[in-house]
């Protein structure tokens, strides 16, 4: 069968090519790809600078956004052929730390995870693919090929769980939120701020283009520039850029008691913007909370699921900006101007 495979790495090795079928010890559940939605890490991944093999093998099965239909639920579990469904993506180390133990890899000590498409495990960019019951996750079919979409909410859906359980340290009653950068990350935090009540505003550098438009359509207001120009204190940020300088205007801005919750990973920025003790002393002070958030556990992608099937379909239709066939995945790995998310698409929803 077809795959879109690299050596994890060595930069310009990603390829389509003929692999065998998948092995029945990555899962008793057989599944025909639908889609495969193409975020920052495939493109760290097949530009060289992220990503392993599984053990003893020299290449990887790149993607780990998926959509697909059951084939064949195999004899345990409750899936039935025509479902469709989403792979998990990480899974527990082998030690297992404490968080593993209990089904909270997001949330490894040990760093020894692994993750589908990325760390030692083969992704979901292949024509089938097998995966174990228990990280199969149905998809309402409502949702169609939008359920491409449930792995970038699990990632937001953990961010603002967390931002709750913060907020419960204190009499807390949130009103507005900040998200920074209008991505697909972005943009799915300010629609979990609108279903959770809040006044959501998105700030991002562009001023064209589909972001202002659907940041718009969500009820919630667009801002181009800095954060410290927004003209209010929001009691949350969700910051989804990295960016040196959006996490220390973030800093900055947020309310006494506020939270901010970096899900960026970036690098470099400038320490002159904000010194690191007088940060510290700004967190103490106003009583402030940085936390960072990476991955999901299952919880997470149960209620990604629910997030988006109680959304608008269209305007999550807006976010799948381009789809491209397998064989020119090449054009999926390249940013245009006015992607959001780009998918690429095996078969029909
Ligand atoms: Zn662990």
Redesign the pocket.
Known sequence: MKAITVEPKRTGSAQLENIPESDLGEGSVLVEAVAVGVCGTDIEIVEGKYGWAPPGKTRLVLGHESLGRVLDPGPTGSLKAGDLVVGIVRR??P???P??AVGE?DM???G??TERGIKEIHGFMSEQWRIEPEYAMKVDPSLGLLGVLIEPTTVVAKAWEHVAEIGQRAFWEPRTVLVTGAGPIGLLAALIGTQRGLEVHVLDRAETGPKPDLVRALGAKYHAGSAREIGFQPDVVIECTGVGSVIADSLATVASGGIVCLTGVGSGGTAKQMPLADAASQVVLRNMVIVGSVNANKRHWYRAGKILARADASWLSRLVTRRVRPQSFAKALEREPDDIKVVIQFAEA
């Open positions: 527990p180390d030690v297992p730390c968080n593993c890899w490894c000590t040990n020894r995870y």
